[in-house]
């Protein structure tokens, strides 16, 4: 009999899903629900509640409940073999947090299949709405929680980062100050993860490791809840968080309601979900320490395993739980594509194979020309202000402007992935602008590591789906190594290979240090 797995990635739009079949080793089906198009009830736009203040961006978490409804009806009418599915597993958009009241344990345990979701969850929330990681109300909070604590470098080395206004303890301590009887009448708190994971068994899961190092209240290290973060955040909070667990332990068999309503096997186990990011990590392959990845989309992420638990002391990179164990370091440049596409804009090239080919026309190192790719705000390193800055680089000159963002894009991750301690044996480049060979060459080369190109639609539900089957084959004691787990899930492109060229990554060592030095200047005034 087939060993089918379900991997289910509840995003910030999307509700996805990816079922694998372990011995065939491959994805036989995947599905994707669109909140706003599939869900226009709840009102949302791009998964998230207008609101008029700019900084509150808060999800109706019912919309998440209802759509896991939706998916696997939609399986079902599919065809999708759902009774041949062995467990099922999870990943959530980081940070976003959801508030039960006292009700909610009973009412999951006796999820009535005759209706839905939505009517069988009803008056078990203690705050309405969810805060989600795209919130930065919370400014203050991250200051005062800070300061607690000791710190930035503090706050980071004992939580995995410094204090973010998305992350989970600095939202929590905002509703505890603005809503304090709400706060109070709160029974728990759960991420979204353990709150699909807990729909899923049919009682309240455990945040893992992974996601729960995104809440500035966990100890990055000890992997428990640190007693100094939770209060410094909110009274009474240990009361309220459920206990902490690895990524994809089983929790129990799925609630009986997915059993009598979808068809799934009563013996299915239900497993303790993730982050997106980790589960990500995961399903693009980075499975041993010292791997890494970097994903060019809208903006550009550095993923990487590390053996030994680092943090940032300038507080610029977070650090969570991998769900293989060990590290999962990761820094986000808001300004990714985005400049890059701004680039192109104000140059009027065609397309982006035009703009490879005048990469591609350009010396490495650029002669020494250096752009400073902030249009928008940027997160590594902090600037408030948009800024562009030129450094012996002629505004005209069209290819150098189109080497030197790229260059300057790699430069920083190099220079801001320093404390992180690690030399990667390969990386893993995905995203739009991975399929350009002129692109990862200086990639390559400012790296100075070998780079393959990986293309995988679902990375985070594929991630899921692969932590579902090692979830129940440690269950069933068969002791899975994650090696062999996902041979043939996650392999790079064949024939994508770029291996640095050792004469331009000399220019790069040299190069790094005028790119630190123009950054300094134009951080802190020449
Ligand atoms: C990570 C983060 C985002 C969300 C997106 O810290 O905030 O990547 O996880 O879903």
Redesign the pocket.
């Known amino acids: 009999m087939a060993r089918l797995f379900l991997g289910l990635d509840s995003?910030?739009q999307s509700l996805s899903a990816v079922v694998i079949d372990l011995d065939m080793r491959k994805v036989v089906h995947e599905k994707s629900i669109n909140f706003d198009q599939a869900l226009p009830q709840f009102k949302t736009r791009h998964g998230v509640l207008p609101h008029r203040d700019p900084l509150l961006k808060h999800s109706p978490p019912l919309l998440w409940a209802a759509a896991l409804d939706l998916i696997f009806a939609q399986l079902k009418k599919d065809g999708v073999a759902l009774g041949k599915i062995l467990a099922v597993s999870g990943c959530g958009?980081?940070?976003g947090s959801v508030y039960l009241n006292e009700k909610a344990a009973a009412a999951l345990a006796n999820l009535d299949p005759k209706k839905s979701l939505v009517e069988n969850l009803d008056g078990i929330f203690a705050r309405k709405t969810s805060p989600i990681?795209m919130d930065s109300s919370t400014a203050k909070e991250c200051a005062e929680i800070r300061k607690k604590l000791g710190g930035i470098k503090y706050t980071a080395s004992r939580t995995g980062s410094d204090t973010f206004e998305?992350f989970t303890g600095p939202q929590i301590r905002k509703f505890y100050k603005t809503e304090p009887n709400a706060y109070a009448k709160t029974a728990g708190i759960a991420l979204v993860s353990s709150f699909m994971a807990s729909l899923l068994a049919g009682k309240i899961a455990p945040i893992d490791f992974g996601d729960g190092a995104?809440m500035n209240l966990m100890d990055i290290r000890r992997k428990n809840w640190n007693h100094d973060a939770l209060k410094a955040t909110a009274p009474g909070l240990i009361n309220k968080l459920p206990p902490l667990a690895e990524s994809g332990r089983v929790i129990g068999p799925v609630s009986p309601y997915f059993v009598n309503k979808f068809g799934l096997n009563p013996a299915a186990l239900a497993t303790v979900w993730t982050?997106?990011?980790p589960a990500s990590a995961l399903g693009l392959g980075l499975i041993k320490p010292g791997a890494a990845a970097i994903s060019l989309g809208t903006s550009d992420t550095f993923f990487a395993t590390m053996d030994k638990c680092q943090t940032d002391e300038s507080g610029e990179g977070?650090v969570f739980a991998s769900p293989t164990g060990g590290s999962l370091a990761?820094i986000?440049f808001k300004n990714g594509s985005l400049a890059r596409e701004k680039i192109r804009a104000l140059y009027k090239i065609s397309d982006w194979k035009k703009f490879g080919e005048l990469v591609a026309q350009t010396p490495p190192g650029n002669n020494g020309g250096i752009l400073l790719p902030w249009f928008e705000p940027e997160i590594v390193p902090r600037v408030h202000q948009p800024s562009v800055r030129r450094f012996d680089l002629e505004e005209k000159n069209v290819a150098a402007n189109c080497r030197a963002i790229f260059e300057a894009q790699m430069l920083a991750l190099r220079l801001h992935s320093q404390w992180m301690q690690m030399a990667p044996e390969k990386i893993f480049a995905t995203g739009g602008a991975a399929n350009d060979p002129a692109l990862l060459q200086v990639m390559a080369d400012v790296l100075n590591c070998r780079v393959q190109r990986i293309e995988i639609s679902k990375s985070a539900a594929l991630g899921a789906a692969l932590q579902a089957a090692h979830g129940w084959l440690v269950a069933a004691d068969k002791n899975p190594q994650w090696e062999k787990l996902v041979a043939g899930f996650c392999d790079p492109v064949p024939g994508s290979e770029i291996r640095p060229d050792k004469k331009a990554a000399k220019i790069y060592d040299k190069l790094l240090e005028k790119y630190a030095a123009s950054e300094y200047s134009a951080l802190h005034g020449d």
């Open positions: 995003s910030t958009q980081q940070h990681w998305r995104g982050g997106d990011n977070h990761l986000c």
